[in-house]
């Protein structure tokens, strides 16, 4: 059952729909159960730039029903570098907006909710409580935080991603006793308050690291494989090396407590 959105009554594929993902659902991980659980799912993605224009794309190809794309920001002729999904000609208009024109063409059947303003603390948690998974695709500290706050008080799984420089990574959340949160994370591994705007980011880099998020959702939809819970994937750009570091939940985490 998923939770958060009562589309708990999944409907079975159609003709159309078991053509166009029959790739998925030639796997027995995915199968036509898997497929079905993808396409009764509500995924919100906050943050529309290098990260969430390269997940964006994979959540709604593989069928994900529902995408609700949250970004108060226009797009600037220095997002083009590496946001894929804008064009020239969009500069100076809505991220959010572009963003859901980019998936109408790509996968119609795909329903999006357009989100383009900051939202407040409130709005965010109840936003996130109407979905069943959420991306933290921003580069922003407290944002980060006030994601993980509100998706812990809803149990809601999150998926996180930064990219700067040559440097990328990836860790999961899904709030199961035991487990740790993002504030866990954070304080182990002493995050800063980075953006490539100050420290550059080479362009394929957010593709790898958004691609990675997208199939950690995936993953976590379905209930497949091993997420990176309590684990940190780190990538390295110039050297090509991946590597892993496990993370517990802190005994005096304000937010979950351990």
Do not use: W
């Not at 958060?4 to 159609?14: A, I, R």
């Not at 303003?117 to 991306?135: P, S």
């Amino acid at each position: 059952m998923l939770r958060g959105t009562g589309l708990t009554k999944m409907q079975e594929l159609n003709d159309a729909q078991a053509l166009r993902y029959c790739r998925h659902i030639l796997l027995p991980q995915v199968d036509y159960e898997g497929q079905e659980k993808l396409l009764a799912s509500k995924v919100l993605v906050i943050g529309l730039g290098g990260l969430g224009s390269a997940c964006v794309p994979y959540l709604a190809s593989a069928g994900i029903g529902t995408l609700t794309l949250v970004d108060f920001d226009t797009i600037e002729v220095t997002n083009l570098q590496r946001q894929v999904i804008y064009a020239e000609n969009e500069v100076g208009q809505s991220k959010a907006h572009c963003a859901a024109r980019f998936v109408a063409q790509q996968n119609s059947a795909c329903h999006v909710d357009v989100i383009a303003e900051k939202l407040t603390e409130e709005q965010l948690t109840h936003c996130i409580a109407e979905h069943d998974l959420v991306l933290d695709c921003t580069d922003n500290l407290a944002t980060r935080q006030a994601i993980n706050h509100a998706c812990y008080k809803s149990r809601t799984p999150l998926v996180s991603g930064a990219a700067i420089r040559f440097e990328g990574q990836v860790t999961s959340f899904t709030y199961t006793p035991g487990t740790p949160c993002y504030q866990c994370f954070s304080d182990r591994f002493s995050e800063q308050n980075l953006s490539c705007v100050e420290s550059g980011v080479i362009a394929p880099l957010v593709g790898i690291i958004g691609s990675y998020q997208a199939l950690e959702a995936i993953k976590i939809l379905i209930g497949i494989g091993r997420p990176y819970v309590g684990r940190l994937l780190m990538f390295d750009g110039l050297s090509g090396d991946c590597r892993e570091f496990s993370y517990p939940a802190q005994q005096q985490c304000p937010v979950c407590n351990g």
